[in-house]
């Protein structure tokens, strides 16, 4: 717990959408899993923009606003982090841009695609861990594992 | 999209509160298992003396021992609050405005203010998500909620239920004819 100090061991996985996704959709997202927001990728994989609470609630005043989708909506400063700053300075990071969340966007063969994200759920569930293992599902070794190995094949019964 | 269109209709009734000397732990812990914003902090005359919200609890980190400061040193010492009775377009343009994520509404009764219901971003979110009136039954005045006549029979039955339960599984040894 007082180990996590910088922001690569409490970051979560990134989530991201697409350009023509509805803001109804991204609603629905932001809630089922207790998003900030979510990162808009191009047809590329270029990252063009984010959409997060803010954007859906300055949409919800628009007359339009069951038409707008992604595109329409985000924000097209991506705000980044680097992972090897201390929690609080990533803390007094967002609250000076007036965001709530950050993300680490890496460069690889031409493209700067969303890696992981810390944001104020990250860090409520810091303040509010009683010990480390509350907080075994963040952090840049669990953020890095590829995807799930496939099940092993059932063997050969004799 | 649903058919609500002012404060009252969307809102949920009950704020959770807590006292000043609640730490950032408890509160940041309260937040998360309740998906709220932020809570009122009383005093223990139950005055509102103030707002703790997420804002709060992460400028907590510009401390040395964040988890341990208390409600009444990080609050902001006054409640953001809305009339019921504004269309709910106007209160989203006037929270980002403000830079509010959570707004109260306030009830007065006998000299002291009380909250009594609270919007938030998540509100707004749950309008926009919502496929039919039926997800956002829970919201708004005119949602289904117990009367406190109902909620304290109910804590008096289960207080009841307990105490049967614990004479039940200590039967006294009976001895046969």
């Not at chain 1, 919800?60 to 595109?71: K, Q, S, V």
């Not at chain 1, 909506?73 to 950050?102: F, K």
């Not at chain 2, 209709?9 to 940041?28: K, N």
């Amino acid at each position: 717990m007082s180990a996590r100090t910088l922001v690569r061991e409490l970051i979560g996985p990134a989530v991201t959408c697409a350009p023509g996704t509805p803001v109804a959709e991204i609603a629905r997202l932001l809630l089922a899993r207790d998003l900030e927001g979510v990162v808009v990728l191009n047809e590329d994989g270029h990252a063009v923009g984010v959409v997060g609470q803010d954007e859906l609630v300055a949409a919800y005043g628009r007359p339009d606003r069951d038409r707008l989708t992604a595109e329409d909506v985000m924000n097209e400063t991506i705000p980044h982090v680097r992972p090897d700053i201390p929690l609080a300075a990533a803390a007094q990071i967002m609250r000076d841009l007036g965001v709530r969340m950050l993300f680490l966007m890496p460069q690889r063969g031409g493209i700067t695609y969303p890696a992981a994200t810390l944001s104020y759920r990250e860090l409520l569930r810091h303040l509010a861990a009683r010990s480390d293992d509350e907080l075994t599902d963040l952090g840049i070794n669990v953020v890095r594992q590829p995807f799930p190995r496939p099940p092993a094949p059932p063997r050969p019964g004799p | 999209m649903t058919q609500r269109h002012l404060v009252r209709d969307l809102m949920t009734v009950g704020v959770l509160t807590c006292t000043p000397d609640a730490t950032v732990a408890e509160i940041a812990r309260l937040l998360l298992e309740h998906d709220l914003e932020g809570v009122i902090v009383l005093d223990h005359e139950g005055h509102a003396v103030g707002t703790v919200t997420q804002h709060e609890l992460i400028g907590a980190y510009q401390h040395e021992t964040p988890r341990a400061l208390t409600a009444a040193a990080i609050m902001r010492e006054d409640v953001p609050e809305l009339p019921p009775d504004i269309p709910l377009i106007a209160a989203a343009g006037l929270m980002r405005d403000q830079g509010w994520r959570v707004v109260f509404l306030m009830h007065n009764a006998t000299g002291i203010s009380y909250p009594a219901a609270q919007l938030s971003y998540r509100h707004f979110l749950r309008h926009l998500a919502a496929r039919s009136d039926a997800e956002l039954a829970d919201l708004g005045i005119r949602a289904a909620r117990q009367s406190p006549m109902q909620l304290y029979a109910q804590k008096r039955d289960a207080a009841r239920r307990q105490r049967l339960g614990a004479e039940a599984s200590t039967p006294t040894p009976r001895e046969r004819p």
